[in-house]
């Protein structure tokens, strides 16, 4: 079992930069593949990017490519997202996820989720 809490989000103007975090509690972060995924209003729920067990692999939207850059600290238990050139459709809650995974970093087969943190952009 992991808990994800995330931190970091607020209001931001275009162009502006943003970092989340999300700190996870558990003995065992390091064996946890992270991913960063948002929900807009009225929408479902999509994929931002995501990190493996170790940080050597790093997978990314299209959307967000080159914008967004995934890191994590195995020794503070943290995943972080550097938001950068946010756009007004990056507008969203953005939610930590994790999945026990030692492949390289994928969209899918995420099954802990944090509470989410809002993100608004103002164009």
């Known amino acids: 079992q992991v808990q994800l809490v995330e931190s970091g989000g607020g209001l931001v103007q275009a162009g502006g930069s943003l970092r989340l975090s999300c700190a996870a509690s558990g003995r065992t972060f390091s064996s946890y593949a992270m991913g960063w995924f948002r929900q807009a209003p009225g929408k479902e729920r999509e994929f931002v990017a995501a990190i493996n067990w170790s940080g050597g692999s790093t997978y990314y939207a299209d959307s967000v490519k080159g914008r967004f850059f995934i890191s994590r600290d195995n020794a503070k238990n943290t995943v972080y997202l550097q938001m950068n050139s946010l756009k007004a459709e990056d507008t969203a809650v953005y939610y930590c996820?994790?999945?026990?995974?030692?492949?390289?970093?994928?969209?899918?087969?995420?099954?802990?989720w944090g509470q989410g943190t809002q993100v608004t952009v103002s164009s």
């Open positions: 996820a994790a999945k026990t995974s030692y492949l390289r970093a994928s969209a899918t087969g995420y099954g802990y």
